[in-house]
């Protein structure tokens, strides 16, 4: 059954969870699912396209934007801005499009207080030491970074108990699979479903 | 990833929402659940077989395990009895495997008394007017019982708040999706998770 109202998902995970992978996959297989693209200040990276890895825009208009409330929430990072434009995700959950939106948990919390009826998924490596051996294995970052990585997902793993799943990324296809069920199962959610089902009376 | 206890699903839905034709697919598909079988004191009816439909128990045997405290729920209907056994589904709750109950909204309150943890889903027909389309194109029943069947939907589809999950049966197929992604996603609830990873970090 089709319902009226698309759903917002919040998905967070430590650096080295293997969210974008598993995102990857799980956009592939539901083309009909919103991803949200950041806006941020920062220069592109060789490789980032606008539109895809974020939206490029000028300081004065992320400033702008922030005045005129078009942000579920941004922040100031390393002197650039990063926000999660509103509009978007407004228009598709009122046409009954579900958004996911990928964001660290920070801002996550941020999100939840704007929109507490988002649906809060955190996706988490089996283990501490397998994030770590995933973090070495790359092989592209230096010791320190490493260990600052770590110490961010350390401060990150505490926050797990205010999400509402926990997915588990020991094999890329069960957590695809599990991220799914998600999607589907809090569409048939009671509080989501019963006032069509009164009617249905 | 394997949780290591099993949960217990408790499935209702009127007479006419098509729960059985869902329940054989989703247990087709996913042979390590396990659906409780129900202990009764009546006479098996053509074609029912003992183990499968019902176990069939003397009136002695269902009143001596009602004194043990063997039965998760029981009532009596028409001079006979009618009980979920608990014994079993615990078994397979301790060694990791899901049980699915098939119960009308009483004994699903009783359940409930006893395992508050216990996911409960309700299937619904899309609408009352298929639901009685339903039962009237089955041929089989007199107007009386077509009207007292409906009766009894009423009652059953006001229960609906007191349901986790609304299962709304418009195609079959859509159903079985959607109650497979109930069983799933509920392992990945971060209450049922948090210990396991809290180890884990």
């Not at 080295?16 to 699912?33: D, F, H, M, Q, Y």
């Not at 970074?145 to 588990?168: G, H």
Request: some cysteine; overall charge negative; hydrophobic content about 35%.
């Amino acid at each position: 059954m089709k319902d009226q109202q698309g759903l917002l998902f919040v998905l967070s995970g430590p650096s080295g969870a293997g969210k974008s992978t598993v995102l990857k996959e799980v956009l592939r297989r539901n083309p009909a699912l919103y991803f949200s693209v950041s806006c941020t200040t920062r220069m592109p990276r060789p490789a980032e396209i606008h539109g895809i890895h974020y939206f490029f825009i000028g300081r004065e208009q992320f400033e702008e934007m922030i005045q005129r409330n078009e942000f579920l929430e941004y922040t100031e990072y390393a002197k650039d801005y990063y926000g999660t434009p509103l509009l978007k995700i407004q228009e598709c959950m009122a046409s009954g499009t579900d958004v996911l939106l990928d964001i660290e948990t920070e801002g996550a919390q941020n999100v939840i207080q704007k929109m507490p009826e988002a649906v809060r998924i955190f996706l988490v490596p089996p283990s501490f030491e397998e994030l770590e051996r995933r973090l070495r294995s790359r092989g592209t970052d230096t010791e320190d970074k490493i260990l600052a990585r770590l110490q961010t997902a350390r401060e990150e793993w505490k926050k797990m108990p205010s999400y509402d799943y926990l997915v588990v990324n020991d094999v890329v296809e069960n957590a695809v699979q599990e991220l799914e069920s998600i999607l589907k199962a809090e569409h048939c959610r009671t509080a989501r479903r019963i006032e069509q089902m009164k009617e249905a009376l």
